[in-house]
């Protein structure tokens, strides 16, 4: 069975950081590219940041500088480093698994909300 499970959201100050985990199973990991979305109840899914298999990462100007993604392939984890955290930050993430013959697979999402 196929798994993305989400951890490490919650609720920090405006500028603080979290680290956000994606555990992966029943996939072989390095043949997904990642990506994290974030979504609130009034807006549209918003990427905010892809790693490919290669580890080549990209963000949008919204969270560049301040989101970090990466991958451990010996834990088949996925994280979400947050730096200088705002407000608007506060959303659900998900974490997106994705390989090149369109297969997909989605979390369920953990909450972050930052506090003003």
């Known amino acids: 069975q196929v798994q993305l499970v989400e951890s490490g959201g919650g609720l920090v100050q405006a500028g603080g950081s979290l680290r956000l985990s994606c555990a992966a199973s029943?996939?072989?990991?390095?043949?997904?590219?990642f990506d994290w979305y974030r979504q609130t109840p009034g807006n549209q899914r918003e990427l905010v940041a892809s790693i490919s298999r290669g580890g080549e990462t990209i963000y949008p100007d919204s969270v560049k500088g301040r989101l970090t993604i990466s991958r451990d392939t010996a834990k088949n984890t996925v994280y979400l480093q947050m730096n200088s955290l705002k407000p608007e930050d506060t959303a659900v993430y998900s974490c997106?698994?994705?390989?090149?013959?369109?297969?997909?697979?989605w979390g369920q999402g953990t909450q972050v909300t930052v506090s003003s």
């Open positions: 029943g996939i072989t990991f390095s043949t997904y590219a």
């Open positions: 997106h698994a994705r390989t090149l013959r369109g297969l997909e697979f």
